[in-house]
Nanobody, 124 residues
Framework: VQLQASGGGLVQAGGSLRLSCVAS????????TAWFRQAPGKERQFVAS??????TYATSVRGRFTISRDNAKNTVYLQMNSLKPEDTAVYYC????????????????????WGKGTLVTVSS
Protein backbone atom coordinates (compact mmCIF):
# COMPACT_ATOMS: atom_id res chain seq x y z
CA VAL A 1 0.00 0.00 0.00
CA GLN A 2 1.28 3.44 -0.91
CA LEU A 3 -0.16 6.63 0.57
CA GLN A 4 0.12 10.08 -0.94
CA ALA A 5 -0.85 13.07 1.19
CA SER A 6 -1.50 16.47 -0.29
CA GLY A 7 -3.33 19.72 0.32
CA GLY A 8 -1.04 21.45 2.76
CA GLY A 9 -0.09 25.08 2.47
CA LEU A 10 0.04 28.46 4.13
CA VAL A 11 -3.17 29.85 5.60
CA GLN A 12 -4.06 32.62 8.03
CA ALA A 13 -5.48 31.85 11.44
CA GLY A 14 -9.20 31.17 11.17
CA GLY A 15 -8.86 29.81 7.67
CA SER A 16 -9.46 26.36 6.25
CA LEU A 17 -7.60 23.67 4.37
CA ARG A 18 -8.53 20.22 3.14
CA LEU A 19 -5.94 17.50 3.14
CA SER A 20 -6.23 14.40 0.96
CA CYS A 21 -4.66 10.97 1.39
CA VAL A 22 -4.83 8.76 -1.68
CA ALA A 23 -4.11 5.06 -1.28
CA SER A 24 -2.78 2.87 -4.06
CA UNK A 25 -1.54 -0.68 -4.30
CA UNK A 26 -3.35 -3.21 -2.15
CA UNK A 27 -5.50 -0.56 -0.55
CA UNK A 28 -8.55 -1.64 1.36
CA UNK A 29 -11.65 0.20 2.48
CA UNK A 30 -11.62 -1.80 5.69
CA UNK A 31 -9.27 -1.17 8.54
CA UNK A 32 -8.37 2.25 9.91
CA THR A 33 -6.84 5.32 8.30
CA ALA A 34 -5.57 8.19 10.39
CA TRP A 35 -3.91 11.56 10.29
CA PHE A 36 -1.03 12.40 12.55
CA ARG A 37 0.99 15.60 12.73
CA GLN A 38 4.43 16.60 13.88
CA ALA A 39 5.45 20.13 14.74
CA PRO A 40 9.12 21.17 14.80
CA GLY A 41 10.81 19.85 17.91
CA LYS A 42 7.75 17.94 19.03
CA GLU A 43 6.64 14.32 18.95
CA ARG A 44 4.23 12.97 16.39
CA GLN A 45 0.66 13.57 17.53
CA PHE A 46 -2.61 11.85 16.67
CA VAL A 47 -5.15 14.08 14.92
CA ALA A 48 -8.02 11.92 13.68
CA SER A 49 -8.87 8.46 12.42
CA UNK A 50 -11.66 6.86 10.47
CA UNK A 51 -12.99 3.32 10.58
CA UNK A 52 -15.73 2.65 8.07
CA UNK A 53 -17.39 6.09 8.26
CA UNK A 54 -16.87 6.74 11.96
CA UNK A 55 -14.32 9.38 12.92
CA THR A 56 -12.32 9.64 16.11
CA TYR A 57 -10.63 12.92 17.01
CA ALA A 58 -7.98 14.32 19.27
CA THR A 59 -9.41 16.71 21.81
CA SER A 60 -7.40 19.59 20.37
CA VAL A 61 -9.14 19.38 16.96
CA ARG A 62 -12.60 18.08 17.83
CA GLY A 63 -15.26 20.40 16.46
CA ARG A 64 -12.84 22.03 14.01
CA PHE A 65 -11.58 19.11 11.91
CA THR A 66 -13.62 16.51 10.07
CA ILE A 67 -12.28 13.26 8.66
CA SER A 68 -14.12 11.54 5.81
CA ARG A 69 -13.52 9.04 3.06
CA ASP A 70 -14.46 8.33 -0.54
CA ASN A 71 -13.99 4.62 -1.11
CA ALA A 72 -14.49 4.94 -4.86
CA LYS A 73 -11.43 7.20 -4.97
CA ASN A 74 -9.45 5.36 -2.27
CA THR A 75 -9.13 8.73 -0.58
CA VAL A 76 -9.42 9.94 2.99
CA TYR A 77 -9.87 13.65 3.62
CA LEU A 78 -9.18 15.90 6.56
CA GLN A 79 -11.20 19.10 6.46
CA MET A 80 -9.57 21.61 8.77
CA ASN A 81 -11.53 24.69 9.77
CA SER A 82 -10.85 27.51 12.24
CA LEU A 83 -7.15 26.83 11.97
CA LYS A 84 -4.86 28.08 14.70
CA PRO A 85 -1.11 28.78 14.67
CA GLU A 86 -0.66 25.76 16.93
CA ASP A 87 -2.00 23.56 14.13
CA THR A 88 1.19 24.26 12.19
CA ALA A 89 2.90 20.94 11.52
CA VAL A 90 3.72 18.33 8.93
CA TYR A 91 0.63 16.17 8.55
CA TYR A 92 0.97 12.46 7.78
CA CYS A 93 -1.63 9.91 6.82
CA UNK A 94 -1.31 6.31 7.90
CA UNK A 95 -3.34 3.16 7.46
CA UNK A 96 -3.62 -0.36 8.79
CA UNK A 97 -5.68 -3.09 7.06
CA UNK A 98 -7.28 -4.39 10.22
CA UNK A 99 -9.62 -3.07 12.82
CA UNK A 100 -8.38 -1.24 15.88
CA UNK A 101 -10.17 -0.51 19.09
CA UNK A 102 -10.58 3.15 19.95
CA UNK A 103 -7.67 3.18 22.38
CA UNK A 104 -5.35 1.89 19.66
CA UNK A 105 -6.34 4.41 17.01
CA UNK A 106 -4.20 7.18 18.45
CA UNK A 107 -1.07 5.03 18.65
CA UNK A 108 1.30 5.57 15.73
CA UNK A 109 2.91 2.14 16.14
CA UNK A 110 -0.41 0.45 15.30
CA UNK A 111 -0.27 1.67 11.70
CA UNK A 112 1.53 -0.32 9.01
CA UNK A 113 1.72 2.15 6.15
CA TRP A 114 2.63 5.81 6.12
CA GLY A 115 2.67 8.49 3.50
CA LYS A 116 5.10 11.35 3.18
CA GLY A 117 3.87 14.38 4.99
CA THR A 118 2.32 17.59 3.78
CA LEU A 119 3.20 20.85 5.51
CA VAL A 120 0.49 23.02 7.01
CA THR A 121 1.52 26.47 8.17
CA VAL A 122 -0.96 28.72 9.98
CA SER A 123 0.07 32.33 10.38
CA SER A 124 -1.22 34.54 13.16
Amino acid sequence: VQLQASGGGLVQAGGSLRLSCVASGRASSSGVTAWFRQAPGKERQFVASIRWNVGTYATSVRGRFTISRDNAKNTVYLQMNSLKPEDTAVYYCATVPRNLIVSQMSVAEEYDYWGKGTLVTVSS
